[in-house]
């Protein structure tokens, strides 16, 4: 696989813009281990292989154990994961698929796992996340290289 062009160096504005809404996420309030699952489930839903790559990474290294990792896309048979992280991946998956709406029971579930800013905050970063998908997709980034900054 070859990457057709990078984007980011093409219009590097957007991508600063990009990077800004993430560290924004990164410092809004919600754990970043949820974050992080919520980054790969999106991406497993959109077939993002170079964000699944990165993705994984960054949870494996911010603690994320590989039994939820493999679980993740079948969250809703395997016990390993929350109440909450159960409402954010529902969520994620709705708002991934958005053509088919957002069902009322998954809006109200969040919301007992959520505030109000918390879930417009989940809602930021699973847009994101679906547009860095369409943008590593369309323009065939390679997965592979990258390496999760040190903590």
């Not at 990457?3 to 093409?10: G, H, S, T």
């Not at 974050?35 to 292989?49: G, P």
């Not at 994961?81 to 958005?98: G, K, N, P, S, Y």
Request: some cysteine; glycine content about 4%; overall charge negative.
């Amino acid at each position: 696989m070859e990457a057709r062009l990078n984007a980011f160096q093409v219009t590097p504005e957007p991508y600063r813009l990009m990077v800004s809404m993430e560290k924004y996420l990164h410092g809004c309030g919600l754990p970043l281990p949820l974050l992080e699952l919520v980054k790969t489930r999106a991406s497993q839903i959109n077939h993002c292989a170079f964000c699944l790559d990165m993705h994984t990474k960054d949870a494996r290294a911010g603690g994320e154990t590989e039994q939820r990792l493999y679980a993740l896309n079948a969250w809703r048979e395997a016990p390993f994961f929350t109440d909450q992280e159960r409402a954010a991946l529902a969520w994620t998956e709705a708002v991934t698929h958005i053509a088919e709406g957002v069902p009322d029971d998954v809006y109200e579930e969040a919301r007992r796992h959520f505030s109000e800013k918390e879930l417009v905050d989940l809602t930021w970063a699973v847009g994101t996340i679906n547009l860095w998908n369409r943008i590593a997709i369309s323009f065939r980034a390679v997965p592979g290289s990258y390496q999760p900054p040190k903590r």
